[in-house]
């Protein structure tokens, strides 16, 4: 007692050596570390980003993302199907677009017979039992690689917004089961849902990139999906500030008054603070989302047998878990559903 000056966890003591308490009683064999463990990954946790491209029969690999390929229509519904067989509840579809198909305005994104939107429909045909996320922004679209309208060096917010209502519509036309807004644009939560409501499409779910930061772990992605040469300048007036975590509870906030069923933090591994204080603040269903720069710096350690790939693959699922996450976008959703399968 601290009275006697013991603390809450008084000490035995004999003959003057202070005995130690020893948490190490549960972790002295494998059946008491499973007794006690807190958190478990399942297949359910995941969902698996996959990368499209035109043709048929194609699987074209990402050199920066090893082990990642991009998918035509025909292969990414075998893609869905081996998802679905592993347990895996949805996937995330992202297009690599054709140069020639870019434009100013990111025409491709409100023609509903895109690659998403074709991707959409055949999966939905062969595979109905697996989710389908589609990604809202324009990115993949534009000939300067912006997520939204580019005027005289600036993002326009509300003109946006406007184009990104109609993608919406598209994706879930197309029979998208959730519209994923990643873009960063202020009040497009909220036209989202309102168009929505409107076109009496009452199911479609949103799951909001709510704090989405500006960052350098986006890398390989844009390669995979051909922006990162086109890019012109960066994305710092609407992705957030990486110095900043007060503000991830401010767009949340909004999203979630909006309209958004669920929300995101993205990257994943350098942000579990901003997880795990959303998830305590709000309590929503919250997703992180494992991005290509910690995928390819997973890959390319285990490559050069720096680090063990698998192990640390699991791992970091698990802190995303022991974080706050209800489920990780992660491009090992495969690789880790099969090792969660045959465990
Ligand atoms: C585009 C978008 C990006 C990612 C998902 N949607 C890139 C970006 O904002 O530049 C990144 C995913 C990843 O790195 O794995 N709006």
């Known amino acids: 007692s601290p009275a006697s000056g013991g603390g809450t966890f008084a000490r035995p003591r004999s003959a003057g050596m202070v005995r130690p308490i020893r948490p190490r009683r549960n972790r002295r064999a494998d059946w008491a570390r499973r007794l006690v463990r807190e958190t478990v990954v399942t297949p359910d946790d995941l969902i698996w980003p996959i990368f499209l491209v035109a043709g048929k029969g194609v699987r074209e690999p990402v050199a920066t993302m090893p082990g990642v390929v991009r998918h035509s229509v025909d ?137 989405k930061y500006a960052s350098s772990f986006y890398g390989p992605f844009r390669d995979a999906i051909g922006s990162s040469a086109t890019l012109v300048g960066d994305k710092r007036t609407y992705q957030m500030d990486f110095a900043n975590s007060d503000e991830a509870l401010r767009e949340a906030e909004l999203d979630i008054a909006e309209g958004a069923d669920m929300i995101m933090v993205k990257p994943g591994l350098p942000y579990l603070d901003i997880l795990r204080r959303l998830k305590d603040r709000f309590a929503m269903p919250t997703f992180a989302y494992q991005v290509s720069g910690e995928y390819a710096m997973i890959c390319a350690a285990g490559e050069r047998g720096w680090m063990d790939r698998d192990r640390c693959m699991m791992e970091t699922l698990a802190a995303f878990k022991r974080a706050g996450a209800d489920g990780v976008l992660t491009y090992f959703a495969i690789d880790a559903a099969r090792m969660l399968n045959d465990a």
């Open 75 to 211: 292969e990414a519904v075998r893609a869905a199907a081996e998802a679905a067989g592993l347990g895996i509840p949805a996937i995330a579809l992202f297009p690599y677009t054709d140069p020639a198909l870019r434009d100013a305005k990111g025409s491709q994104a409100l023609n509903s017979d895109n690659l998403v939107c074709r991707a959409c429909k055949a999966i939905k045909d062969s595979v109905p039992e697996i989710g389908i996320i589609t990604d809202v922004a324009l990115d993949p679209y534009t000939s300067h690689g912006h997520d939204g309208l580019l005027e005289d060096g600036r993002i326009l917010n509300d003109a946006t917004v406007e184009v990104l209502v109609q993608q919406s519509l598209v994706q879930a036309r197309a029979g998208a089961d959730v519209i994923a807004p990643s873009d960063m644009m202020d009040g497009r939560v909220g036209a989202i849902r309102a168009a929505l409501e409107a076109e009496g499409m009452i199911d479609t779910q949103i799951m909001a990139y709510s704090a």
